[in-house]
């Protein structure tokens, strides 16, 4: 009563364990903790991560959750590049609440799991609104694109306009036109 299969036959099978050796952990010497090889090199990325704090908060106290987080992947075993602090900017819409909020850029050469834990601490800290963390082939050196953003902005690129004087009507002196006549039962101060 039992179902043949084509070309199945039970003496061809061979057991798992034949071609591994079946001692516990082996093969995993260099992923111990404090183990620094040369293979951690490569398990390590790059990332951008960017986050957003209430508008409640101050500077300094942004600074002081970005030396939290700092600490937090240094103790995995990452590194942080650049940090950026961009300001209170506005949201397009309102997170929780709010309308502005704090931003900051940190570039972060780090495991995965240094920043696993440091998302995990984010989302627990009732000032962070959002966070975002991206995996980049290499970090930028200049500044990011909202500083040179604000660098624009500050600077006058226009150079100096001279004296314009009175700009009044640009399109110049209207020429004498006759008046309509008003409707008979139009008011006179033009209200409806």
């Given at each position: 009563?039992?179902?043949?299969?084509a070309?199945?036959?039970?003496?061809?099978?061979?057991?798992?364990?034949?071609?591994?050796?079946?001692?516990?952990?082996?093969?995993?010497?260099?992923?111990?903790?404090?183990?620094?090889?040369?293979?951690?090199?490569?398990?390590?990325?790059?990332?951008?991560?960017?986050?957003?704090?209430?508008q409640?908060?101050?500077?300094?106290?942004?600074?002081?959750m970005?030396?939290?987080?700092?600490?937090?992947?240094?103790a995995?075993?990452?590194?942080?590049?650049?940090?950026?602090?961009?300001?209170?900017?506005?949201?397009?819409?309102?997170?929780?609440?709010?309308?502005?909020?704090?931003?900051?850029?940190?570039?972060?050469?780090?495991?995965?799991?240094?920043?696993?834990?440091?998302?995990?601490?984010?989302?627990?800290?009732?000032?962070?609104?959002?966070?975002?963390?991206?995996?980049?082939?290499?970090?930028?050196?200049?500044?990011?694109?909202?500083?040179?953003?604000?660098?624009?902005?500050?600077?006058?690129?226009?150079?100096?306009?001279?004296?314009?004087?009175?700009?009044?009507?640009?399109?110049?002196?209207?020429?004498?036109?006759?008046?309509?006549?008003?409707?008979?039962?139009?008011?006179?101060?033009?209200?409806?």
């Amino acid at each position: 009563m039992g179902v043949k299969l084509a070309g199945y036959n039970p003496s061809s099978r061979v057991s798992a364990f034949d071609m591994y050796s079946v001692e516990p952990f082996s093969g995993l010497e260099g992923l111990r903790v404090g183990a620094a090889t040369g293979r951690e090199r490569q398990i390590m990325a790059l990332y951008e991560h960017i986050y957003l704090a209430r508008q409640d908060v101050t500077a300094q106290q942004v600074e002081a959750m970005t030396e939290q987080m700092k600490t937090v992947i240094e103790a995995n075993g990452g590194k942080i590049g650049k940090v950026e602090y961009w300001g209170v900017k506005s949201l397009a819409f309102r997170i929780k609440k709010n309308r502005k909020a704090h931003f900051t850029l940190i570039n972060i050469d780090a495991p995965p799991a240094a920043i696993t834990e440091m998302e995990r601490l984010m989302g627990i800290n009732e000032d962070v609104l959002r966070l975002l963390t991206l995996r980049v082939e290499a970090h930028e050196d200049a500044p990011s694109a909202m500083l040179r953003k604000r660098d624009d902005s500050d600077r006058d690129d226009r150079g100096d306009r001279g004296d314009r004087g009175d700009r009044g009507d640009r399109r110049g002196p209207r020429p004498d036109r006759p008046r309509r006549p008003r409707e008979d039962g139009a008011v006179e101060g033009g209200s409806f």
